[in-house]
Structures are given as C-alpha cells and as structure tokens.
C-alpha cells in the first residue's frame, strides 16, 4: 500500500481527490482545461456510414487511445436503411444521457453527496417536413427533447436538477454552437 | 422479377423512387412524418454508463428492431475515466458527422447527382472551465465545431455545402431546442 493511494477518495466512482486536484489546476492554468474532441467519417453506401473516435487535446497534450472507438451510422427501413446501428439523431439523444448522467455523478462527488442509481429516459421530436423541404417553417433538427431522470441516492430533486443541467452536451443543444463548414472535392 | 423491382431507381444506394414516395406521402400527410426517437440510460459508476436504443415512433406506428443497440459511455483518463467508450461530446460529433453525410447522400439522390466518395473530419472545442463552474462566462458545451468535407462525384462545392446543412443534427446544434426535464427520487 503505498500512501498516495491510502490518501485519494472515491465517492460515486469518482475519484474526489483527482477531481479536486484537476479543477484546482484548470484554475490556476485555463489551458489545461482547453479540451479539443474529434471524429472522421467514411459513408458507405445510402444511409450508411461509419464515425471513428480516437485523438484528442486536452490537459495540454495530444492524446490517443489503444484504439480507435468506430460507430455505424445507419437508418431503419421505413427511412430507407437497414437498421445496422443506431440513427444519427439517435447518437445524439445517446450523448445528451451520457452526458447528463456523467455531469451528475461527477458534481454529486465533488459536494459529497452519494448516488446510489441513476437511469433516465429521453424522447426526442423530428418532424420530416424540416428536412424534405416540404415546409420551410419547420426546422430539421430536434424540436423539443423530454429528459426523465430517476435517482436513488442522498441527493434532493433540485439539486439534480440543478446539476444535470451543468452537462455539455445540454448546453450544446440547448443553446447555439458556431458550426464552420469546409468542403473540398476530391 | 416482378415489376415493382424494376421500376425502382436506386442512387447512392438509395431507392430514389422510394424517397420520391415517401416525401410525397409525408407532403399529403403530414402526421406520417412526425417521429420520435428514443434513448434509455443507465448509470454504472464515474463516468460509465451506457445507453439502450430501440423503439421509435415515425410513419404513424411505433416501430422496433429486432435487437436494441447499446452504446458505452466512458471517459478517458484524463478526464477521470477508464476509455472503454467514447465519451458524450464524442457521441454527438458521431452523430452530426453521420447525419451531414446521410443528408449529403440522399438529397444528392433526389435531385439525381451521383456521388462516389464522401469523408468528413470533425474537431470541437470546449473548455473545461465551463463545466467545472470556474468562470461563469464559459459555456460548458462545444463553443465552436469546425467540419471539412471531401466528396468525389458529379456535385460542386456549392451544392454539397447547401445540401450537408440540411441535415436534422446541424440544426439541433446550430440553433437552440427546447429540452424539459423531469426527476423523480427512486
């Protein structure tokens, strides 16, 4: 046992010294919190694709995994796929759950309080005048979105109402991102 | 052979004559393009956790596959995790990369343009002093996506940078959407 280890906490799975140790050093040093993330994408055929997750930058480095993360994008029959992985807008809804889930296990930690569970529930709207041009009041993307969250825990209501809504990808979505486009023909 | 088969038109792997019926179904009735996908997520501990996709509504009936996707959630260990998925601002990168490319393929299809080859690159930036409440004006989601795409085919560069921003996962990001949100103690 070596005392480094004798010293750190976990609580929610989350180790708490760590978690300190790093906002303490994104305070002192704000590029160290400068984080970049990154996909590719190789289409492949109709509604189907695949995006591959690997670097990133963060904490002041280039970093890599073992290998690469590699999601099939595809689309389900009455949408004129085959049903071999998961809608984009479906990725998503699966981002904004992890997201929510992750921002809440991680804030719980770092104000002491304990969860026991977290499962949750999303439902998204799409209306497909957006995207066929059939009607150009109606917008493409996600309409509404209802998050349902259910939790077991030390931890009141409003306070996980209060922290869910410190998640990333619920900022990304609820309020505009500055999305810049190149294209280039091959 | 059978008639209905050989008067199917399929570009870019997509039934064209399909497309063409399924646009002017939705355009008679408009109710057939409502959709509603879904997401469930169940915390595991830290940063783990992992979300189910299956049924949506879409084409007035509520539809299954015949297996749910499950999508691992983790973070890297920087981020206090241990990488064995990728993590949420990942997952919607995924997404937005897969919804531009299936949009780029089929309106591209629809207006008869041929395309051979698309792949996409996709970086984000979020800076950690948002999500950790360090400095109130740093938004905790992606503050800018930039996205390039190489496409090879009978489409210029104007038309591909017109078509990719119809994409329902460009809008849900560029523009704000409504979320609500529900909690419940188990």
Redesign the interface.
């Known amino acids: 046992m070596n005392t480094a280890t004798l010293q750190e906490n976990v609580l ?4 708490t010294t ?2 300190a140790n ?2 303490e050093a ?2 002192m040093a ?1 590029k160290l ?17 695949h ?1 591959t ?1 690997n670097g ?1 930058r ?2 002041a ?1 280039e ?1 890599q ?2 290998d690469a ?1 590699r ?1 099939v ?1 595809d ?2 029959p ?3 796929g085959r ?1 071999s ?19 809440l ?2 804030h719980a930690a770092a104000r002491g309080l304990e ?1 026991e ?19 150009p009041d109606v ?14 825990g030390g931890i ?2 409003e306070t ?2 209060e922290l ?23």
Chains 1, 2 share one sequence.
């Open positions: 929610n799975g989350v180790n760590r978690l790093t906002i994104i305070r704000p919190g400068e984080f970049q993330f990154r996909a590719q994408n190789t289409w492949e055929n109709g509604g189907r694709n995006a997750i990133y963060g904490a480095q970093l995994r073992s993360f999601l994008n689309e389900p009455v949408l004129l049903d992985g998961p809608n984009p807008v479906e990725y998503v809804l699966a981002g904004l759950s992890g997201c929510m889930t992750t921002t296990a991680y969860i569970s977290i499962s949750s529930s999303y439902e998204g709207d799409i209306d497909l005048r957006g995207l066929f041009d059939i009607d917008r493409s993307g996600y309409r509404e979105i209802r998050v349902k969250f259910r939790v077991r009141d209501e996980i109402k869910v809504q410190k998640s990333p990808v619920f900022d990304t979505l609820r309020n505009p991102v500055n999305i810049r486009i190149e294209v280039e023909k091959a």
